[in-house]
């Protein structure tokens, strides 16, 4: 198990992240070339816009509905490297406000990536996350299985059926795990960087994640006592066993 840690009755230590490739064009949102007042690289339906400032730069981009247009939505083509990686990790930051459901809608903020063959035949939906309510901004992270088939994407953020704005910023999307870059790592995501109550790290006592973090980094992990206690981050690592001679 490895588990940054500190004991005792008042003490503050910070763990930044690396900085990995991301796949997405303009997944900060920040850049509109063509001046028609839209992220470049994405395709955007309902209303959609800016909110300035960002959380991790100039600008974050906002999903907004009705209950007179509960829909609304933002979406990224990608082309699948070949051959096909096995998986992928999506990752952002993201922020709800007063969601729930337009009529008997579903009444929620979501993330989906569907899979295209060769022929633009679709082979694969996966919702990777889904909210609702109110949340302030958090770091958030999934990661599905790729077809091995697959050879085109779309990310899609969305409303549906709802009423309520979710708010998107610093959206990345990584073939294989991120620490797949660096095999030296056996540490899965070392930065903090994609914490989630599904991801291989288990935050206890005083540890919580700090957005944004530094260096261009999405988030940081800090552990923190201001009385006798304990903060710990970890998680388990299995080892391969030793080649026999």
Known sequence: VVQPQIEGEQADTVYLA???PNVLRNGGFEVDHDGDRQPDGWQVRGKVKWAN???AGQRSLALSAT?????????????????????????????TKGIQAARDGEGISALRVR?????????????????????YWKPWSGIVRVPAEA?????ALLLIEATGQVLFDEMEL?????????????IVD??????????????DGGSRLITPGLHDSRAMLKLSLTQPG??????????????SS
């Open 18 to 20: 690396p900085v990995v």
């Open 53 to 55: 400032p960002g959380i």
């Open 67 to 95: 209950a007179s247009s509960p829909n609304a939505s933002v979406v990224q083509a990608v082309t699948i490297e070949q051959p096909p990686p096995s998986t992928l990790t999506v990752a952002c930051l993201l922020k």
């Open 115 to 135: 899979f295209f063959d060769q022929d633009g035949d679709k082979i694969k939906v996966e919702t990777l996350g889904q909210w609702d309510g109110t949340n």
């Open 151 to 155: 050879a085109s994407l779309e990310l």
């Open 174 to 186: 990584f073939w294989q795990l991120p620490d797949d870059y660096d095999r030296e790592n056996l």
């Open 190 to 203: 070392g930065g903090f960087e994609y914490v989630s109550p599904w991801s291989e790290w288990k935050l």
């Open 230 to 243: 304990q903060a710990v981050a970890s998680q388990q690592l299995v080892l391969d066993e030793p080649a």
